[in-house]
């Protein structure tokens, strides 16, 4: 894999972190309100920034994820002065005990009506999370977004292509990856957000804003 | 009165702006520690009189520091600062003993609120 030797200078150590705690704070927020809903305690990692090349990054992905495909992704994109995609992995399994925690789920349904219902939990705690995390990311930098209609990928091997369409091989993708795991009812995953070289200068100049109140 | 204030985050950016939001006039000498391992070793030694603590952190998380220096001194005032704002979190740290709960990111007010209910804490605690 292609390591950016010039990513500091792209994306410095001290922007990297001003992301880490935006992040932090957003998905903080992000999971507190699905736990308004679901009345579930969420376990949250601290985010990673990383800097890969377009041509890496569905690699990058796939070395991130600790869970044995497949893996259920439901994927967002969302456009404005930030451009990106956001991804939430679950691993298989998972969408039963979501579609259980939603209350949705009822016994002896045929399966066609089991899949529907337990794909709708996947894309609804998807979008939950993916909207609250980045409304509230650009809320704290002051911006707004909008957002194409989540999209449920359930794949041993998930492509990545629409992401990689979007960012193009030639671009830097900033990635943020979060961890979290809902506690007392075995459902981990991950949160991935990644946006590309345009949204860069974008990104940083808003970064800066963000610390001159402080 | 408010002589030692130790700041555990893993996080320099929320360290920096938290130190902004604490009150000009303060005159306190400053421990930081980037883990809850860390921070329950400068809590021994440094003893402050005042903890800031973060949650979500590497090594030891904020939730197992708070309940290990509570250990170590059971009227310790540690401000719990996260971004993690789940009811069942503040419920739980608010159990476990914290003395207050801030979200992340902080304002100059909620900080020097904080500070000064410490501060009064701190005088009661001397009181009887």
């Known amino acids: 894999m292609t390591i950016l030797k010039d990513a500091n200078v792209l994306f410095s150590e001290e922007e990297k972190s001003i992301l880490q705690e935006v992040m932090n704070i957003s998905f903080g927020n992000a999971v507190a309100e699905l736990a308004e809903i679901i009345d579930v305690l969420i376990r949250l990692s601290v985010p990673s920034v990383t800097l890969v090349s377009g041509k890496d990054f569905q690699r990058d992905l796939a070395n991130k994820i600790e869970i044995t495909p497949p893996y259920n992704s439901i994927e967002q994109s969302f456009s404005g002065k930030l451009n990106g995609y956001v991804f939430m992995i679950f691993p298989e399994g998972s969408e039963k005990k979501l579609t259980a925690l939603l209350g949705d789920y009822q016994e002896h349904l045929d399966p066609v009506e089991e899949t529907r219902l337990e794909k709708g939990a996947l894309i609804e705690i998807g979008n939950i999370l993916t909207g609250a995390c980045v409304g509230k990311l650009v809320d704290v930098l002051d911006e707004n977004v909008s957002f194409t209609p989540p999209r449920l990928e359930m794949a041993s091997s998930p492509s990545w292509q629409t992401p990689l369409n979007l960012i193009g091989q030639e671009s830097v993708v900033i990635s943020v990856k979060t961890e979290f795991k809902f506690m007392a009812h075995d459902i981990n995953g991950y949160f991935f957000l990644i946006t590309n070289e345009e949204s860069l200068h974008w990104f940083k100049k808003a970064l800066h804003t963000f610390m001159e109140q402080f | ?128």
């Open chain 2, 1 to 128: 009165m408010l002589k030692k204030i130790l700041i555990v985050d893993d996080s320099p950016v929320a360290i920096r702006i938290l130190k902004v939001c604490l009150p000009p006039e303060l005159d306190v000498e400053f421990m930081e520690a980037k883990n809850g391992a860390e921070g329950l070793e400068c809590f021994k030694r440094f003893k402050p009189d005042l903890t800031f603590l973060d949650l979500t952190m590497p090594v030891m998380d904020g939730f197992e520091a708070l309940e290990e220096m509570l250990k170590v001194d059971n009227k310790a005032l540690v401000i719990i600062v996260s971004a993690d704002v789940q009811k069942q979190v503040v419920d739980r740290v608010m159990s476990l003993g914290a003395f207050l709960m801030v979200y992340k990111p902080p304002s100059r007010n909620t900080i020097q609120a904080a500070v000064n209910k410490a501060v009064a804490k701190m005088q009661e605690m001397r009181v009887s």
